[in-house]
């Protein structure tokens, strides 16, 4: 057997700085923190994205939600007050003093009619 000859070693390529070569394996080297942190950025565009109209939609409707309590405020209060009034009107003495403004008399009342008072 004839002795073990050393290994070949591959011929060596002449070294070439990486700007000289147009598409060498430097220049289709792909950087993979760049597009980490590049996908990441379009990811949290996209989140953003997703989150602006319902933030739109809540804030319509936080408005709305505004004005119809104060619709409703003005309605209770209208309901109080018309309240107040169907009491009153229950009332014998005020159902007199209302018909007597509106020019009524009692039966068998003579009605009188008093003109060129001084106005207070």
Known sequence: MPPASPPRRPA???QRP???TAFGAAAMRVRWDR???VALLLLLLAVVALYVQPARS???TWRDSN???QQ???LER???ALTARSKELRDPRTIETEA???GMVRPGERPYVVSGLPDD
Do not use: N, W
């Open 12 to 14: 060596r390529r002449s």
């Open 78 to 80: 209208e309901h109080d």
């Open 72 to 74: 409703l405020d003005e």
């Open 58 to 60: 809540y804030v319509a």
């Open 67 to 69: 004005k119809q309590q």
């Open 35 to 37: 597009v980490g942190r």
């Open 100 to 102: 007597r403004r509106l």
């Open 18 to 20: 990486p700007a000289a």
